[in-house]
């Protein structure tokens, strides 16, 4: 599967963003999807993710309460909508899949994704 994350930006703090991660080649419902991100001189971290059931999502605490994940099967897109959002969460943000993980069970480590898409950079104002 090939991804293609979109949608970032530059936000003042408290405005909202809606990520898109497009893929191609499979549908996305054959695999567990997440976002993650990435700061200048920082390990690329989980955010949040959604499983390959589509039932079960979760998130990082620094994330929770804020931003939502979800999938659009007929699209083959999946989203992360960010709200409430900080100078913190200023970070290039990638989407991953992975296709052999456990149906309702959301994979959080970097080494469990497969794929991986291209980046997209968000970057909030105070």
């Known amino acids: 599967v090939q991804l293609q994350a979109s949608g970032g930006g530059l936000v003042q703090a408290g405005g909202s963003l809606r990520l898109s991660c497009a893929a191609s080649?499979?549908?996305?419902?054959?695999?567990?999807m997440a976002w993650f991100r990435q700061r200048p001189g920082e390990e690329r971290e989980f955010a949040a993710g959604i499983s390959r059931s589509g039932g079960t999502a979760y998130y990082a605490d620094s994330v929770k309460g804020r931003f939502s994940i979800s999938g659009d099967n007929a699209k083959n897109t999946m989203y992360l909508q960010m709200n409430g959002l900080k100078p913190e969460d200023t970070a290039v943000y990638y989407c991953?899949?992975?296709?052999?993980?456990?149906?309702?069970?959301?994979?959080?480590?970097?080494?469990?994704?497969?794929?991986w898409g291209q980046g997209t950079q968000v970057t909030v104002s105070s």
């Open positions: 080649g499979r549908t996305v419902n054959r695999y567990g």
């Open positions: 991953a899949a992975v296709e052999k993980y456990h149906s309702a069970q959301v994979a959080t480590a970097f080494a469990d994704y497969n794929y």
